[in-house]
């Protein structure tokens, strides 16, 4: 895809905010990597190219934007359930500095992501191969989205946060009492309203000291 297209279909989500060159380029080959990967490991229910750069680049994105300004450029940031690598891809893409970890303990997905990192070059993204509980380490920022099971994958997600860390949820707006409820210890940021979506929103967390 053409970066004229890939700038268009990301605006609603960076408003003002604009994509180097070089973040052009990378997007344009995460996303001929997926378009050439997904019908052999099913990577995303999503075919068409322009709704996969706004359905998960685009999130990703905004949650990125989002998350710029409450974190150091070098905190540490995992994201389990990464699948294709969205958002955590991307978030590393706007925030270059970030020492970035992707927990997926399916081989074919791993492999996928290590694919991606290899051929967008980038420096202090690794992929885990493992369940999220087999981690051991916690991180600065902890992301999840979409995941199967949420009651279930939240409390593992609390776990990975270092104290004073954040959780950053890209979830349902149905899922919000849920993510209130099931870790009242958080200090719960109002949810933002994910651009071209009516029920998607961006959730942020702050862990106690």
């Known amino acids: 895809m053409d970066s004229a297209r890939i700038i268009e279909g990301l605006a609603p989500f960076l408003q003002s905010s604009a994509l180097s060159t070089e973040q052009l380029a990378q997007i344009s080959a995460h996303l001929e990597l997926l378009l050439k990967w997904n019908p052999h490991i099913n990577l995303t229910s999503i075919r068409s190219a322009d709704l996969i750069v706004s359905r998960h680049f685009g999130e990703s994105l905004f949650a990125a934007r989002k998350l710029k300004s409450l974190i150091s450029p070098a905190a540490s940031l995992v994201y389990f359930g990464s699948g294709a690598g969205f958002p955590g891809l991307p978030i590393k893409l706007w925030i270059p500095e970030l020492h970035v970890t992707l927990i997926e303990s399916r081989h074919k997905k791993a492999a996928f ?15 885990a191969n493992r369940r999220a509980e087999e981690l051991g380490t916690q991180a600065d920022v ?5 995941v199967e099971k949420f009651e279930l994958a939240l409390p593992i997600a609390q776990r990975l946060v270092r104290p004073g860390g954040k959780l950053a949820l890209l979830i349902g707006s149905q899922q919000v009492s849920a993510a209130s409820s099931l870790l009242p210890q958080f200090t719960w940021q109002a949810p933002d309203h994910i651009p071209l979506s009516s029920s998607r929103v961006l959730m942020i967390g702050h862990a106690p000291q």
């Not at 290590?114 to 992929?127: G, M, S």
């Open 113 to 127: 992501l290590n694919e991606v990192i290899r051929t967008l070059r980038l420096k202090d993204v690794a992929v």
């Open 142 to 146: 902890v992301t999840l989205r979409a």
